[in-house]
């Protein structure tokens, strides 16, 4: 009886030893927007704060504004321009109301788009850092080909980090 059962443990442990095992996973398609058609009609946003769900459209749509404001007057907005803040809110109801209906926006929260204008000539190296880390987790995912990459438009603010209020 104990030789049948060392024999049988044998006969297993050598099947193992010669016969790996192969997971295949099977290749996924995915299929990406044009740049253009993105910025029209993004799709599903990634979300980044789980607390403001409706947050990524906003800012979608503040900084389709910040950059016609940047290709009509050349530059971005100035940080203490209340002008330049209000052009910048004009913009984004200009650019909300030429939306088709499902794309459309209810409500818009001009502080935020006015925050946003107040903060866009500044350089910060935390979020340039935080950039390249998930560019280069990109590129890692696209190497190894384990993963594959991020599929939805990714709007990333850091409202919380400015002032409550227009610099001056």
Do not use: W
Request: glycine share 8%.
């Amino acid at each position: 009886m104990h030789i049948l059962l060392a024999v049988t443990c044998l006969i297993t442990l050598i099947g193992k030893l010669f016969f790996v095992r192969f997971q295949v996973k099977p290749p996924k398609v995915l299929k990406f927007q044009t740049l253009r058609e993105a910025l029209s009609n993004p799709g599903e946003f990634l979300l980044s704060d789980f607390a403001k769900f409706d947050r990524p459209p906003l800012l979608h749509l503040a900084f389709q504004a910040l950059d016609a404001f940047r290709a009509e007057s050349g530059s971005f907005p100035a940080p203490a321009s209340v002008s330049d803040a209000n052009r910048l809110v004009e913009l984004a109801h200009s650019i909300n109301e030429s939306k088709p209906g499902d794309q459309k926006l209810d409500t818009i929260d001009d502080n935020i788009i006015r925050l946003l204008g107040s903060g866009s000539r500044a350089v910060l190296g935390p979020m340039a850092a935080m950039f390249g880390g998930i560019v280069g987790q990109e590129v890692v995912k696209a190497c190894s080909g384990k993963f594959h990459p991020l599929f939805q438009v990714g709007v990333l603010a850091f409202v919380p980090c400015q002032p409550t209020y227009i610099l001056f």
